[in-house]
């Protein structure tokens, strides 16, 4: 229901277009990894792999099993709730582990949270946590990179901004792209994987932000 409803909503929201390396049918229990910079980046990255036949389990903040309506489909779906700084983190991980083991797709963020920035222009990925490497060294799971750029032009900034944004979107209709990369087995060396892991996303992340027209993708190397 969550793809589903990601689906219906991009098209109110902005402008989406989507671009492909994936040239095999992908493995059951795959990891993909995206780059995280706005609220509003789940619906764009859920819609474009949607469409590309992929509805995966998400890996988000526990904060929004909170939220009346949310949080009830959220645990309906087995979404897993990530309880970040706390002695229950790694739990998170074990529960992913499970769900790519029965055969599903888990959708992660490596950053572990949005960036500490009020500009609504795309940001290169920022240093990933750890545990986008250590669940695909536990599982064996290939990790899809996710790159794309244009939901911060929905929503970023101040409360006030992000509201502002998610009222007008529907009229200014941004351009969003998402882009898939090919899928990469990470080292087993957990530093070595987590590095591996951001310059792939990263490299998915500078064609998203060509395709939508910004610059200063070359600027921030990994």
Known sequence: MLSRAAAALMPVLGRLTVTSE?????????????????????????????????????????????????????AREGHIAVHRRSARAAQALDAAAEVLAGG??????????????????????????????????????????????????????????????ALTAPVRRPRCHVHVGAPLRLPAETATGTAAARRAVWVAWRTAVRAVGERGAERHPV
């Open 22 to 74: 994936l040239r095999m049918r992908l493995p059951s229990g795959t990891i993909f990894a995206a780059n995280h910079d706005s609220l509003a980046d789940p619906a764009v990255v859920l819609a474009a792999l949607r469409g590309l036949g992929v509805e995966p389990v998400v890996m988000a903040t526990a904060g929004l099993w909170r939220v009346p309506l949310l949080g009830r489909a959220l």
């Open 104 to 165: 599903r797709h888990v959708l992660l963020y490596g950053e572990g949270g949005l960036p500490d920035r009020t500009d609504a222009a795309p940001g290169p990925p920022e240093a990933f946590r750890t545990g986008l490497a250590r669940l695909a060294h536990t599982s064996g799971a290939m990790v899809v990179p996710v790159g794309h750029a244009g939901a911060r032009r929905i929503t970023s900034g101040s409360t006030t901004k992000q509201l502002a944004g």
